[in-house]
């Protein structure tokens, strides 16, 4: 199935050709549950413990989504991300015994103030995908105010980070995931991140199908326009297949494009908690469901786990915890 998932996006011929037999690759969705950024404070769907991740990815799962974005919370302070392995090992096991075939994505991004060792140290705990930031990662986010009895509350707050990822750190990155067994899903914000791609391709730490996921609508990223992400897709180099995670609310718009254009999307609560203005995502499966149906309208295919495994490279063999 690689074969026919790896295509030139460029190619007009290719494209009318697939829509015209309905045959663009079926579609990946990937669920990104909860993220390490925000809480229940933005929306109260959004799972911080354990037991509610796994309940909101059995939900996703049933609904659609073949892969689970996962950023494990700290126990200490739930609005927070975890840099303990044992904590992500802890939900990758729940979630393999609620989803038996689910792809299981770790984030190495992490939260706001972790260090390097506390974003790579997520790597132990043996998911099959995680994350790689291919560049500096600047922002500046006000959160709402936690109040209780939410546990945890704090008053409103403002957070401005800058995240120097370079070329060795990347290189580090890569290696681990190598050695690991894990598959990289690029993260790329503009395309002078293409640049830390070439180097690791270089030194022979990656192998095709290349997995690039485009975030747009950061505030390190390129805007979130139909342009931007069409000169993204422009850049890509042959064997990769391309995700999009829209943020707030030009995830919609982006996601279509995606899924028009042969790619794969990214949903949930971690990038987006409104279902449209004024109204809040009640789960992460309800945002699942409404992007197949947009898929479905489209003519798109919705991949089975076992499909986007093996359009990504990924054992058939489910991991186990």
Known sequence: MTDQSCWDYRDPYAWMKRVQSSTLPPLIVCCAITGGVQGKESNPALPETPEEQVEQTREAYQAGASVVHIHARDPECWYNCSGDPKQYYKVNGMIREACPDII??????????MSLEERICVLDANPEVATLNMGPDVSRITFKKREAP????????TIEECVPIDFAEVTQF???MKENGIKPEMEIYQPGMYWMFEDICAQELIKPPYLFQFVLGYQSSSYPTPLNLIALINELPGNSIFEVAGLGPFQPAMTAMSIIMGGHVRVGLEDNVYRKRGQLYQSNAEAVEQVIRVARDLNREI???A?????LGISATPSKY
């Open 307 to 311: 499909q986007a495994r093996e359009m």
């Open 174 to 176: 890569a290696r681990k």
């Open 104 to 113: 299981i994505n770790n984030t190495t991004g992490g939260g706001f103030g």
């Open 150 to 157: 939410l546990p945890h509350p704090r008053a409103e707050t």
């Open 303 to 305: 991949a089975t786990p």
